[in-house]
């Protein structure tokens, strides 16, 4: 039970900006919203994470409701190798937790 | 290079075979995880290490036998496996109780003939 969301595909032009949605609306107050994506056959590479802020790092920009029941992950200019399958995670980071993956949403970027 | 290690890339083994598929990791982290990705199908947790001990096992086939020796190494026996077992195998490392992500590996592809 992935406790996620997401839409199965979606496309975007090269050079605009990504938005890709999720749905977590169980979401409980400790837990976390993760993001990671998965390029062909190589191993899940975490993007970012945030528990109630918007974050920003180097690769994307996270943006969380107020409600924290949604949230938005933003690649500012896609590019060709942003084509991935993209999870969105809810995670309590304790001792005991663990990553339960999802489908992801297929992330198809066109020149 | 991202840290965790994962030996060999490639495997092809017969369903009689014994083999290994070992992970490595530098990072300093204390826990450690096997996932399988069968084709088309979403990441499968099979098995959890925190600090060596075994906390998960999610109902995977004894034919299946983790192995952690330290907090660095991971490893994966195999012996008679089904070519159902075909899958990309993935090795992962967190520093469990900090919210820091998981790092993977670049994964063993298993075929089993």
């Known amino acids: 039970d992935a406790k996620t969301t997401q839409p199965t595909s979606m496309d975007c032009a090269e050079g605009r900006a990504a938005n890709l949605p999720c749905n977590h609306s169980?979401?409980?107050?400790?837990?976390?919203v993760y993001w990671y994506r998965q390029i062909h056959s190589q191993g899940p590479q975490y993007i970012i994470h945030?528990?109630?802020n918007n974050e920003t790092n180097e690769m994307a920009s996270l943006i969380i409701t107020e409600d924290r029941k949604s949230s938005t992950l933003i690649l500012p200019h896609a590019t060709l190798r942003d084509t991935a399958v993209y999870y969105c995670?809810?995670?309590?980071?304790?001792?005991?937790?663990?990553?339960?993956f999802g489908k992801g949403t297929r992330l198809h970027i066109l020149p | 290079e991202t840290g965790v290690t994962q030996t060999p890339r490639h495997l092809v083994m017969g369903m009689t075979n014994k083999k290994s598929l070992k992970c490595e990791q530098h990072?300093?982290?204390?826990?450690m995880y096997w996932y399988k990705q069968s084709a088309k199908k979403p990441l499968e947790l099979m098995f959890v290490?925190?600090?060596?001990?075994?906390?998960e096992n999610n109902s995977v086939p004894s034919r299946f036998s983790p192995e952690c020796p330290n907090s660095s190494h991971l490893f994966l026996h195999l012996h008679t496996l089904q070519p159902e077992d075909s899958a990309l195998y993935l090795c992962?490392?967190?520093?469990?109780?900090?919210?820091?992500?998981?790092?993977f590996g670049s994964g063993t592809r298993l075929t089993v003939v």
């Open positions: 992962a490392s967190s520093q469990a109780g900090s919210n820091y992500g998981y790092t």
């Open positions: 995670i809810v995670r309590v980071a304790d001792r005991d937790d663990k990553i339960i």
């Open positions: 945030g528990l109630k």
């Open positions: 290490y925190n600090f060596k001990e075994q906390t």
């Open positions: 169980t979401i409980s107050g400790n837990e976390y």
């Open positions: 990072l300093g982290h204390n826990a």
